[in-house]
């Protein structure tokens, strides 16, 4: 699929470019975001550009994850990177991390509903899922405020970028 762009009343969601190289960046030293996201750490200036120039557009090409950057329409900040990634037939995984600076606006929550009806309007879904370490309270409440339940906690189910083992957090939303 040929990367699409989203809009909502506040956001623009659109597949990153080489100009996002920066912002991605940047936003990638929150050190919530090394803990909770499977980024590299430590995070390099190279890791974006990897991302955005080759990881990203070989995954829409593939149609096995399309990944969006949510850009703010009143400041073009980006605001945090949301995406759907196919698990199995009719199940896809939401996916999102948000830049520090921007948490707490109801952005997550507005971006990731979004993309959530794209999914069930443009994709074969029946079932989308959340992943969350737990503790990773933020990303708990937006699942929930999308109105995902949250089905169990599963026991040391992986290792973080702290080389330990954690809990997880895991919940569905099915196809209205």
């Not at 196919?86 to 995984?93: A, C, D, F, K, Y």
């Not at 405020?145 to 997880?168: C, Q, S, Y």
């Amino acid at each position: 699929m040929d990367p699409v762009t989203l809009e909502t009343d506040r956001l623009v969601l659109r597949a990153f470019t080489s100009a996002d190289v920066d912002a991605v960046y940047e936003a990638c030293q929150d050190e919530d975001v090394q803990f909770y996201t499977p980024v590299p750490v430590p995070y390099r200036r190279a890791d974006a550009e990897n991302l955005i120039g080759e990881r990203l557009p070989a995954q829409w090409a593939e149609d096995r994850d399309y990944t969006f950057g949510a850009f703010r329409k009143d400041s073009g900040a980006l605001a945090g990177s949301y995406c759907l990634t196919r698990i199995s037939r009719g199940v896809w995984e939401l996916g999102y991390w948000a830049v520090k600076e921007q948490r707490g606006r109801g952005y997550s929550v507005e971006a990731a509903r979004a993309l959530c009806n794209w999914g069930w309007a443009t994709l074969d879904v029946h079932r989308i899922e959340w992943w969350a370490m737990a503790g990773n309270t933020g990303s708990r409440a937006v699942a929930e405020k999308l109105g995902f339940t949250v089905e169990g906690t599963l026991r040391r189910r992986g290792i973080a970028n702290d080389g330990e083992p954690h809990d997880w957090w895991v919940g569905g939303l099915l196809r209205p």
